[in-house]
T-cell receptor, first 113, second 117 residues
Framework: KAGVTQTPRYLIKTRGQQVTLSCSPI?????VSWYQQTPGQGLQFLFE???????NKGNFPGRFSGRQFSNSRSEMNVSTLELGDSALYLC????????????FGPGTRLTVL | AQTVTQSQPEMSVQEAETVTLSCTYD???????LFWYKQPPSRQMILVIR??????QNATENRFSVNFQKAAKSFSLKISDSQLGDAAMYFC??????????????FGKGTKLSVIP
C-alpha cells in the first residue's frame, strides 16, 4: 500500500495570503488528523476528520480550517497568514481513528515571509 | 493541563551501546496509550513502540523496549545495540479519548539522539 502523501511538500507565502494543503491517506483509512510542528511549540494537534466530519479540534484560531472529502482525502486551509504560521504541517491517517495506529505523511513545509 | 515532558533535549550514544530516553506525562485519564515516535532528519515520523496503560508488562520491539512506571507516570525508551540509523528526533506521546470516538495525541518536545560511530 502507498503511504500517506502530502502536497505540496514546500510552500512559500507572504503575510496575509491564504494557503491550502492536501493530504491523501492510506487506502482504506477514514480518519485524518493534522498537526503543526514548530521548533518552539513542538507538535500540536490541529484537528481530526472522520467520514467527512470534523470530530475533534485543537486550540488554534479560526483561521485554521479543514475538510474531508468522500474519498477520505483531506485539505487544510490557513487564511490571513502570519509569520508565526511558518511550520511543518503533518497529517496522519488511521483506519478509524480511535485506538488504531496513526501513520504520518512527510509533511508540508510552509514558510511565511 | 495534560502534558508530556522530555527532559533531555539532546543525547548521544556510541554505536553498539545502550541509551535510555526519558519521558514523564501527566494525565487524569485512566484509558490511554503511550507511544514513542522517531523522526529522522527530513523523513517521515514513524512509530517505534506503543504501550497500553492497562498492561503491566513493558512493551518490546526488537532493540527497543520501554520502562513503564504507571504510578510515577514515567515512560522511558531504551535502545540497545545502537545503530547509526537510530539517529533521529524521538518524541514521546500519549493518546487519550477526546469524545465522539476521537483520540488525541499529545507530544513531548522531543529528544535529539546522535549516534557516534
Amino acid at each position: 500500500k502507498a503511504g500517506v502523501t502530502q502536497t505540496p511538500r514546500y510552500l512559500i507565502k507572504t503575510r496575509g495570503q491564504q494557503v491550502t494543503l492536501s493530504c491523501s491517506p492510506i487506502s482504506g483509512h477514514r480518519s485524518v488528523s493534522w498537526y503543526q510542528q514548530t521548533p518552539g511549540q513542538g507538535l500540536q494537534f490541529l484537528f481530526e476528520y472522520f467520514s467527512e466530519t470534523q470530530r475533534n479540534k485543537g486550540n488554534f484560531p479560526g483561521r485554521f480550517s479543514g475538510r474531508q472529502f468522500s474519498n477520505s482525502r483531506s485539505e487544510m486551509n490557513v487564511s490571513t497568514l502570519e509569520l508565526g504560521d511558518s511550520a511543518l504541517y503533518l497529517c496522519a491517517s488511521s483506519f478509524t481513528g480511535g485506538q488504531n495506529e496513526q501513520f504520518f505523511g512527510p509533511g508540508t513545509r510552509l514558510t511565511v515571509l | 493541563a495534560q502534558t508530556v515532558t522530555q527532559s533531555q533535549p539532546e543525547m548521544s550514544v556510541q554505536e553498539a551501546e545502550t541509551v535510555t530516553l526519558s519521558c514523564t506525562y501527566d494525565t487524569s485519564e485512566s484509558d490511554y496509550y503511550l507511544f514513542w515516535y522517531k523522526q529522522p532528519p527530513s523523513r517521515q515520523m514513524i512509530l517505534v513502540i506503543r504501550q497500553e496503560a492497562y498492561k503491566q508488562q513493558n512493551a518490546t520491539e526488537n532493540r527497543f523496549s520501554v520502562n513503564f512506571q504507571k504510578a510515577a507516570k514515567s515512560f522511558s525508551l531504551k535502545i540497545s545495540d545502537s545503530q547509526l540509523g537510530d539517529a533521529a528526533m524521538y518524541f514521546c506521546a500519549y493518546r487519550i479519548p477526546s469524545g465522539a470516538g476521537s483520540y488525541q495525541l499529545t507530544f513531548g518536545k522531543g529528544t535529539k539522539l546522535s549516534v557516534i560511530p
